[in-house]
């Protein structure tokens, strides 16, 4: 018995773990920590798929459980994260309070995990969807968990006119964007490099490069930049075609 073979599952489980951690951080108040966690949840998720390519180990239950830890990892928690941002709105604290709120401001902060049901539906219509073999269809649950956790990074902390993130409607008009792009049916160029020259590789390059600009500017921050900006690209790309 080869104990290679369950090294992708127990980087996916790691992935889970992180995920499951950084949805309690959030409701308990600290969702820059969940940031954090999220980040590493998508290394793992990375490493995850690296490894079983490498080692020849796929399975079955290989494959239901990474869809089960990106559920939780950019499904449940980025939406937590989301709604200790309204917790924010409310209170000026980012948790802990929920049973001292109205009842109307309690089902205000239930609203987010709407985003949790359209990432299931986002995965179960990826495993079983033929044409997203190379490219996408609908943006992933990696993508919309790291713009969530990204987004908190730049808010949590801060003064000024960025805690227009945490302002009720634009938070659940997030919830409402994020949710129809999971399911949408926007065709979204894979990230992956299946070689390194320019010819097949040119919006990888030019996303790369704004990647590169944002993150020095922003830190992690800045992945609130670059997913909208990949969204939008993947947008004008298909109206092209």
């Not at 609203?111 to 033929?130: E, Q």
């Not at 990230?191 to 790369?208: A, D, E, H, I």
């Amino acid at each position: 018995m080869r104990i290679t073979r369950y090294i992708p599952n127990a980087l996916t489980s790691a992935n889970l773990f992180l995920g499951a951690v950084g949805t309690y951080l959030a409701i308990a108040g600290r969702p820059d920590l969940t940031a954090w966690c999220i980040l590493l949840a998508a290394l793992f998720d990375f490493m995850d798929g690296f490894a079983a390519r490498l080692l020849k180990a796929y399975s079955d239950i290989g494959k239901d459980l990474d869809s089960l830890a990106d559920l939780i990892s950019f499904g449940l928690a980025p939406a937590a994260v989301l709604s200790s941002m309204l917790h924010f709105y409310f209170t000026g604290v980012w948790g802990g309070l929920f049973f001292a709120l109205s009842q109307t401001q309690q089902l205000i902060l239930l609203l987010p995990f709407i985003l949790t049901v359209f990432a299931a539906l986002r995965l179960a219509k990826f495993n079983n969807d033929t044409r997203q073999t190379e490219n996408f269809i609908g943006l992933t649950t990696t993508a919309t968990g790291m713009f969530t956790v990204s987004l908190v990074y730049l808010v949590y902390g801060a003064d000024g006119w960025v805690l227009i993130f945490t302002n009720m409607w634009v938070v659940l008009g997030l919830v409402a964007l994020f949710s129809a792009l999971l399911v949408s049916e926007i065709p979204m160029f894979s990230l992956k490099f299946k070689s390194f020259g320019w010819r097949g590789n040119q919006n990888r390059y030019l996303l790369l490069l704004v990647s590169l600009v944002a993150l020095a500017w922003l830190g992690v921050g800045g992945l609130a930049i670059i997913i909208p900006v990949y969204v939008l690209y993947s947008a004008i790309l298909m109206f092209v075609k």
